[in-house]
């Protein structure tokens, strides 16, 4: 899913590409992308970007006439450019923005159609899409530690509640806990004054990295190329691969669809967090630490299985 960082390389590219011009008009072939029905859609021709914007992961164009569209593009929802007016293709395509200039394509991977528009009229509906979370980037240590302190959360749940931080999602604050080596199930509530100083930094240092690199990479042109999964990324979707701080492999937790990827070592004190569906299949056998799970390993090596 597109995160601050990510979601901050799509501004930088509407701002020098739209803003000031003309929406010639939406078109939109997927029905569930549309969320709202007043003001319809077809008021949002016709009329000029006056700002870009972010609320979140949410990117709002806000146009002549005090109307604003806002976009979530979810887990796989991605933008493109292509040539104005190309036509739609039938896979994947969910609608086209249009300009004189060029089209902008709202895409999304996969069989699940998640990607959100709305479209809401002055600044009273805007706000309505506001979970409310801090900005990360602008706010205090004080500020930052009262947010996750109001209420005793998991450090990842906390990072990524949009009600308690702006735009921060599963692979940002993989990284950002690993920086900061803190474990992602340790309660907010039993956090120090000074890890949560130290999380604080690590939080703004890491995201303003990320937003430079990524700028780097894409340079003028439309960030084609925006994933969840970055190469350069030091724990998030790097399952097995060592810890670029330590050489041990990073370890993962999946559920309900997400993944939380960590190192023991440098987060965890070396002790393993239980997998649940890891847990449910062997039951007893679950390690409890990199050792244990590396006996673990060698044992069904012995057994024959190439997979393990």
């Not at 701002?15 to 007043?38: A, F, H, M």
């Not at 809401?120 to 990360?136: H, I, K, N, S, W």
């Amino acid at each position: 899913m597109p995160e601050l960082p990510e979601v901050t390389c799509y501004l930088d590219a509407f701002r020098r590409e739209i803003l000031g011009e003309r929406l010639t008009g939406v078109r939109i072939r997927s029905p569930s992308l549309l969320r709202t029905w007043d003001p319809p859609i077809s008021e949002a021709a016709d009329r000029e970007v006056t700002g870009v914007s972010r609320i979140g992961k949410r990117i709002v164009w806000s146009l002549e006439g005090d109307l604003h569209l806002v976009v979530h593009l979810m887990v796989t929802g991605r933008f493109h450019r292509k040539p104005s007016g190309q036509a739609l293709p039938r896979r994947r395509a969910h609608a086209a923005f249009d300009f004189e200039h060029a089209s902008y394509f709202l895409t999304e991977a996969g069989k699940e159609k998640k990607a959100r528009l709305h479209l809401v009229r002055g600044m009273a509906g805007l706000a309505q899409m506001d979970p409310g979370g801090l900005e990360p980037l602008e706010i205090t240590t004080a500020e930052f530690s009262h947010a996750l302190r109001s209420e005793n959360r998991t450090l990842k749940r906390a990072l990524t509640d949009p009600r308690i931080l702006s735009g921060i999602g599963n692979a940002h604050s993989d990284e950002i806990l690993l920086r900061a080596r803190l474990s992602p199930v340790q309660r907010t509530g039993n956090l120090s004054d000074e890890e949560l100083a130290r999380l604080h930094a690590v939080t703004r240092d890491s995201l303003e990295e990320w937003i430079v690199r990524l700028r780097e990479e894409t340079g003028d042109g439309f960030p084609e190329k925006i994933t969840a999964f970055h190469p350069e990324m030091a724990a998030h979707g790097k399952f097995g691969e060592p810890c670029p701080a330590c050489g041990a492999p990073i370890q993962r937790i999946v559920y309900a669809g997400r993944e939380t990827n960590y190192c023991a070592a440098c987060q965890t004190d070396g002790r393993l967090l239980a997998d649940r569906a890891l847990s449910r299949l062997l039951k007893g056998e679950w390690p409890k630490t990199l050792e244990e799970l590396e006996d673990l390993r060698a044992s069904h090596r012995g057994d024959g299985d190439p997979a393990s």
